[in-house]
């Protein structure tokens, strides 16, 4: 709506005051000054509204941010356009409207102006957010005022931008095994050719050039000389991550807990998926169950749903009636043994033991109330050609990751298991090296068996400085022994 400006009202005061004077001098001659300001205001404003109207018509604004993702507290810088076609007699006035999230940013500086007689003009300004999310860049608010200063129109509209805002990642992050660095991104698989794919496609020897990653150890051992395996890549795959965020992954210091080590393996996942157009499903597993479910898709809009779920993702409250079954009940494989072991046995002790060989049932029933199974069970039935399924959790219930994982293998073309270990989120990790290294090796037999399994491979996720300090401090030990 069109509102006249205090120009519009001095020079209709002035008309007033010779109306006024009019009347008390009594001379209708004075009157025609009057007249001539009426009808001058009244001609500018029909010619307004047709200049304001085709101005609104023809005038273009366009936001364009740098980059469409940002971490808390960084900047993003914004570049507003606004052009026309041609000149006009309408001086405009564009302010863009920051996210309300954002920190305040002063007008001028979010502000252009298009004088009369100019087509375009830009201006750029800069954003920070302190806090996590998606946030827009509202639509502007436009000002015309005309040449003379005697009307202005205000209003809202044009485009709007988007942009995520994502929580900081853990520093120094490590992902490994044995303490080695990766040295190629998880998740990445190229098409039409041999590469670092996930199906094996024949072993090489070993050229200038490989990366240690290529190596197949297992190879190398056997011919006492390196070899590189070689794999067959897909080029349409389904991508299964099931992401635990259960009540035992919130150890560790603020931000740098195993769920925030996890999630940041799991967005990379993301980022390869959509990278390479594979159909991507997102289990989360919660301590009473599956607390989310996305079925897999190719879609812009699904990545983008998941990295949101993902950024939103926190523990979830332990469950304190489902018994821990890695403690009250065996390992299936050490009662199966034990049942061997006591089948020609005839002792009365083997007699009386005997039934309570049925604790391995025991166990079967307890994993599969697991809500990490569950989420396998559900990948399965969603099954279409090639697929692999990625398991992120920690180190905490052993049995049960290794049941899943085995599960896993039966139904998948292969598994990742991306393990946090505990000794390395723990915050008095560094005040006994001695024990903490010991942990660390307990640790990596467990990941190795995992590692052994068919169709499985596993790592380890955590803070590369605390790995460091451990394996640095028992490297120390020899020489600080002899020294002693």
Same mark, same amino acid.
């Given at each position: 709506?069109? #509102?006249?400006?205090?120009? #519009?009202?001095?020079?209709?005061?002035?008309?007033?005051?010779?109306?006024?004077?009019?009347?008390?001098?009594?001379?209708?001659?004075?009157?025609?000054?009057?007249?001539?300001?009426?009808?001058?205001?009244?001609?500018?404003?029909?010619?307004?509204?047709?200049?304001?109207?085709?101005?609104?018509?023809?005038?273009?604004?366009?936001?364009?941010?740098?980059?469409?993702?940002?971490? %808390?507290?960084?900047? %993003?810088?914004?570049?507003?356009?606004?052009?026309?076609?041609?000149?006009?007699?309408?001086?405009?006035?564009?302010?863009?409207?920051?996210?309300?999230?954002?920190?305040?940013?002063?007008?001028?500086?979010?502000?252009?102006?298009?004088?009369?007689?100019?087509?375009?003009?830009?201006?750029?300004?800069?954003?920070?957010?302190?806090?996590?999310?998606?946030?827009?860049?509202?639509?502007?608010?436009?000002?015309?005022?005309?040449?003379?200063?005697?009307?202005?129109?205000?209003?809202?509209?044009?485009?709007?931008?988007?942009?995520?805002?994502?929580?900081?990642?853990?520093?120094?992050?490590?992902?490994?095994?044995?303490?080695?660095?990766?040295?190629?991104?998880?998740?990445?698989?190229?098409?039409?050719?041999?590469?670092?794919?996930?199906?094996?496609?024949?072993?090489?020897? #070993?050229?200038?050039?490989?990366?240690?990653?290529?190596?197949?150890?297992?190879?190398?051992?056997?011919?006492?000389?390196?070899?590189?395996?070689?794999?067959?890549?897909?080029?349409?795959?389904?991508?299964?991550?099931?992401?635990?965020?259960?009540?035992?992954?919130?150890?560790?210091?603020?931000?740098?807990?195993?769920?925030?080590?996890?999630?940041?393996?799991?967005?990379? %996942?993301?980022?390869?998926?959509?990278?390479?157009?594979?159909?991507?499903?997102?289990?989360?597993?919660?301590?009473?169950?599956?607390?989310?479910?996305?079925?897999?898709?190719?879609?812009?809009?699904?990545?983008?749903? %998941?990295?949101?779920?993902?950024?939103?993702?926190?523990?979830?409250?332990?469950?304190?009636?489902?018994?821990?079954?890695?403690?009250?009940?065996?390992?299936?494989?050490?009662?199966?043994?034990?049942?061997?072991?006591?089948?020609?046995?005839?002792?009365?002790?083997?007699?009386?033991?005997?039934?309570?060989?049925?604790?391995?049932?025991?166990?079967?029933?307890?994993?599969?109330?697991?809500?990490?199974?569950?989420?396998?069970?559900?990948?399965?039935?969603?099954?279409?050609?090639?697929?692999?399924?990625?398991?992120?959790?920690?180190?905490?219930?052993?049995?049960?990751?290794?049941?899943?994982?085995?599960?896993?293998?039966?139904?998948?073309?292969?598994?990742?298991?991306?393990?946090?270990?505990?000794?390395?989120?723990?915050?008095?990790?560094?005040?006994?090296?001695?024990?903490?290294?010991?942990? #660390?090796?307990?640790?990596?037999?467990?990941?190795?068996?995992?590692?052994?399994?068919?169709?499985?491979?596993?790592?380890?996720?955590?803070?590369?400085?605390?790995?460091?300090?451990?394996?640095?401090?028992?490297?120390?030990?020899?020489?600080?022994?002899?020294?002693?």
């Amino acid at each position: 709506m069109m #509102y006249p400006t205090r120009r #519009y009202w001095a020079i209709a005061g002035l008309g007033a005051f010779f109306l006024l004077f009019t009347l008390l001098i009594d001379r209708p001659l004075a009157l025609g000054g009057t007249v001539a300001i009426g009808v001058v205001l009244l001609v500018s404003q029909a010619l307004t509204v047709g200049s304001f109207t085709r101005a609104e018509r023809e005038l273009t604004v366009e936001y364009t941010l740098s980059q469409s993702r940002v971490a %808390i507290n960084n900047t %993003i810088f914004v570049t507003m356009r606004a052009s026309q076609p041609a000149t006009t007699d309408v001086d405009v006035t564009v302010t863009a409207q920051p996210p309300v999230a954002a920190h305040s940013v002063p007008q001028a500086e979010r502000q252009l102006r298009l004088p009369v007689g100019e087509t375009s003009a830009t201006k750029s300004f800069e954003l920070e957010a302190p806090i996590a999310g998606r946030l827009e860049v509202g639509e502007p608010i436009i000002q015309f005022t005309d040449h003379q200063g005697l009307f202005t129109e205000t209003f809202v509209r044009g485009p709007t931008a988007t942009f995520t805002v994502e929580p900081r990642g853990p520093n120094d992050m490590h992902v490994g095994q044995a303490g080695e660095q990766m040295l190629a991104a998880y998740g990445e698989h190229q098409t039409n050719r041999s590469g670092s794919g996930l199906t094996p496609a024949g072993l090489r020897q #070993y050229v200038p050039g490989d990366t240690l990653n290529q190596i197949d150890w297992k190879a190398t051992a056997r011919q006492a000389t390196p070899y590189v395996r070689e794999f067959e890549v897909e080029a349409d795959r389904t991508t299964h991550l099931i992401v635990d965020h259960r009540a035992a992954m919130d150890i560790g210091p603020a931000g740098q807990t195993m769920l925030d080590f996890a999630r940041e393996v799991a967005l990379g %996942i993301v980022q390869s998926a959509q990278k390479n157009n594979d159909a991507l499903s997102l289990y989360c597993v919660g301590d009473l169950g599956l607390t989310t479910t996305v079925l897999p898709r190719t879609t812009a809009a699904r990545f983008r749903q %998941i990295r949101g779920i993902l950024h939103e993702l926190t523990p979830t409250a332990p469950e304190t009636s489902v018994p821990n079954t890695q403690s009250s009940t065996a390992h299936p494989s050490v009662t199966r043994i034990a049942a061997q072991r006591l089948t020609t046995d005839q002792s009365a002790f083997a007699a009386r033991i005997r039934p309570f060989l049925t604790a391995s049932d025991v166990y079967v029933e307890h994993i599969q109330d697991d809500p990490l199974l569950e989420a396998v069970r559900r990948a399965q039935l969603q099954e279409s050609g090639s697929s692999w399924t990625i398991l992120l959790t920690d180190d905490t219930d052993r049995d049960r990751v290794r049941e899943t994982a085995r599960t896993a293998a039966k139904y998948s073309d292969n598994v990742l298991v991306f393990l946090t270990p505990t000794v390395l989120f723990k915050t008095d990790t560094l005040a006994d090296l001695d024990t903490a290294y010991r942990q #660390y090796v307990d640790f990596e037999k467990f990941r190795r068996s995992l590692h052994s399994l068919s169709c499985v491979a596993a790592f380890e996720v955590g803070p590369g400085d605390h790995l460091e300090t451990i394996l640095t401090h028992q490297r120390m030990r020899p020489q600080q022994e002899s020294e002693q």
